[in-house]
């Protein structure tokens, strides 16, 4: 080991405190003054003032869809939707170059701030959970830096409603431009199934035909199936009367026609006159009855080709009319909330602006306590250094 190396012991440093004590008294109350004049002289004064924003979620107010295009609802949904902002894109307005303008215009602040130093003297906190925004303004002036806010604020919620116009308008635009187009659209619908409705003859007056007819010709054939009846019945009887062979001459009372006579036929006679007239009848009742079937399958086609027409027809107009309705009640949708302060809705000012009562950057206790424990150390260095050369000099001499 060295034997020049001295070791000092804590008694010889007490020893040293004690002879020096005036001096590390006079230097911790030297640095105690220069941390005073450097907090309350050299130090200008900042207040914090603060400002608790929260973005509400704009939820599409429209009803759910009632109609089967739902392709068109999509579409419009995500065509009012499409400019929404997220919360980065709120966060990124807030301090925009227009919001921060308006506020040193409206504040008469020219002379004190530019865009860039009152960007540089705001700071954000924000939460996306939450969606919470914390704005906070170190000045000079603790009631300044609360009006700033305050107007800053204000002009922030204009600003998100002038932004939240100018997209719906620019939609509105638009669904205005394509309600007008499916209008005509349904205008032209309209009146195609106009003029196949107003037609010779309708659907459904074909369809009345139609049933006409059948209700005809179930008539016809029921009256066919009582005349197939009557002439078994007159042949029956002609069958018995010529096996019975001796009653030929009877006599058969015939009531008389127009003319009002009664006239005496024989009982064959009779009835093979009763079996013409029956057989002929018979035979004009089927030639109804063809023909009212080969007019109910005329009918049948007629109709069918006239429901496919006016189907098709109906089906563009009921297409068009849904179209034209989705894009309608759409625009009402857009031009009632463009009339809306989307700013107020979607911008909450959650607590009144607040300024701390504390000087920002200036921590007086924590000061004066550094500038005491500067002044110990700085004694005891100077302390110790006196005395070592205090010693070397006594050594010098002898």
């Known amino acids: 080991m060295n034997d020049n190396v001295e070791i000092i012991t804590l008694s010889e440093v007490v020893r040293v405190v004690r002879k020096r004590k005036k001096l590390i008294g006079a230097l911790i109350i030297g640095f105690l003054i220069i941390g005073m004049l450097q907090s309350f002289v050299f130090t200008d004064t900042k207040y914090e003032s603060e400002i608790l924003l929260e973005i509400n979620n704009i939820e599409s107010t429209s009803e759910e869809s009632v109609s089967d295009n739902d392709e068109i609802y999509n579409m419009l949904e995500k065509m009012s939707h499409s400019s929404d902002m997220d919360f980065e894109t709120y966060l990124k307005e807030l ?4 919001v921060l303008e308006e506020t040193i215009k409206d504040l008469s602040l020219e002379d004190t701030y530019t865009v860039d130093s009152l960007k540089k003297d705001l700071s954000i906190e924000a939460d996306s959970k939450l969606k919470n925004i914390s704005l906070k303004l170190v000045s000079d002036d603790s009631k300044q830096g609360d009006k700033i806010l305050d107007v800053l604020a204000e002009n922030y919620v204009n600003h998100i409603t002038k932004i939240a116009q100018e997209s719906s308008l620019h939609t509105l635009d638009i669904v205005k431009k394509q309600m007008e187009i499916e209008k005509g659209k349904y205008e032209t619908a309209l009146s195609e199934y106009e003029d196949v409705t107003s037609g010779v003859k309708s659907s459904y007056e074909l369809e009345l035909e139609k049933d006409a007819t059948y209700h005809q010709l179930t008539e016809y054939k029921l009256n066919l199936n009582n005349l197939n009846i009557k002439k078994e019945g007159i042949l029956g009887a002609i069958e018995k009367n010529e096996n019975m062979g001796t009653n030929n ?13 009664i006239y005496i036929d024989t009982t064959k006679r009779a009835l093979k006159a009763d079996l013409a007239e029956t057989n002929a009848k018979i035979k004009s ?7 009212l079937q080969d007019t109910v399958k005329t009918l049948q086609i007629e109709y069918q080709d006239v429901e496919f027409i006016e189907s098709s027809a109906r089906k563009k107009v009921e297409l068009t009319k849904t179209s034209y309705d989705a894009f309608a009640h759409k625009y009402q949708e857009l031009d009632m909330a463009n009339s809306m302060n989307i ?3 979607s911008v909450n000012i959650v607590s009144d602006t607040q300024s701390s009562d504390d000087v920002v950057g200036r921590s007086v206790l924590n000061k004066l306590t550094i500038s005491i424990i500067l ?23 002898k």
């Not at 301090?95 to 227009?98: A, I, L």
């Not at 001459?249 to 006579?261: A, E, K, L, T, W």
């Not at 250094?385 to 205090?390: A, D, G, I, K």
């Open 375 to 397: 002044g110990i150390m700085a004694g005891l260095v100077l302390s110790l250094f006196l005395e070592y050369l205090e010693v070397m000099k006594i050594k010098r001499h």
């Open 343 to 345: 700013g107020e809705i």
């Open 285 to 291: 009742t089927k030639s109804s009855i063809e023909e």
């Open 249 to 261: 001459g009877s006599m058969i009372v015939r009531p008389g026609g127009r003319d009002g006579y």
């Open 95 to 98: 301090t925009s170059e227009r």
